[in-house]
């Protein structure tokens, strides 16, 4: 007699699908395969790689570290008491140094922000720097200044040089006061004609004790910006056509 399979020619009752349904549903859930090995392998791909841990000592290392100390002394030879206040106290005092250094930080941030607040009120205004080369523009016209004499001189003479180094214009001014001496100058060539806008340089010379000396020449130059800077610097600030300058390099200023 020839066995048949009773179920050979019907469909599978819909509970045994929905059942099958299922476990598929959690074999993609899960990516699993079934097999152990790539399983296995699946799960070792996916495995986040741990972040680092930091290298600095905290106070609860100190104190993790001290508490293993005291584990493994010897109980014949514990840790003297003075070794032990030593060590916590060099660990405060480290502690102590680095929140310092914090502070410091943050208090220098806060007084490279509150210098940079205050000089933006110089914003539009001039200022005397050490250097003597001056800006001009259709705005600043001509060229303020501030000659230094160590004596007094009866005459300086003054020698306005373009970018290239050309003398384009001479002439004296009085140094018989001596000290710091105003200078102007009007932005004409020897021509007599309005030179283009540019940079220039003032060029001071007078006899001292009868020897012919190069003067110190300070100008004035006009604000247009403030810059914050960092730590180092301080506030910058923005000279029309000269560039930067520290704010602590600034000699006196004048109304603009």
Do not use: C
Request: hydrophobic fraction near 35%.
């Amino acid at each position: 007699m020839s066995l048949v399979n009773p179920y050979s020619s019907q469909t599978l009752p819909q509970t045994q699908s929905s059942s099958t349904s299922s476990v598929a549903s959690n074999t993609t859930q899960t990516a699993t395969t079934g097999n152990a090995f790539l399983d296995s392998v699946q799960h070792a791909e996916v495995a986040e790689t741990p972040e680092p841990n930091s290298q600095e000592l905290t106070q609860a290392d100190f104190f993790a570290l001290l508490s293993q100390q005291l584990s493994m002394q010897d109980p014949f030879k514990p840790v003297e008491n003075d070794q032990m206040i030593s060590q916590m106290a060099s660990f405060s005092t480290v502690d102590g140094i680095s929140k310092l250094n914090e502070e410091i930080l943050n208090l220098n941030n806060l007084t490279s922000s509150s210098q940079a607040l205050q000089a933006s009120g110089l914003v539009g205004q001039k200022v005397l720097i050490p250097s003597d080369t001056g800006h001009i523009s259709s705005e600043s016209p001509e060229v303020k200044g501030v000659i230094s004499t160590p004596t007094p001189i009866d005459s300086i003479t003054v020698n306005i040089e373009d970018e290239s180094g050309q003398v384009i214009r001479t002439f004296e001014v009085d140094g018989s006061a001596g000290g710091n001496i105003d200078v102007t100058w009007d932005g004409l060539d020897k021509n007599g004609e309005p030179v283009a806008e540019g940079n220039y340089a003032i060029k001071a010379n007078g006899k001292i004790d009868g020897t012919s000396e190069d003067l110190a020449v300070s100008t004035y130059a006009h604000v247009s910006s403030v810059s914050l800077g960092d730590v180092t610097t301080g506030a910058i600030l923005n000279l029309r056509g000269i560039g930067g300058i520290q704010l602590s390099d600034v000699l006196a200023v004048a109304e603009s």
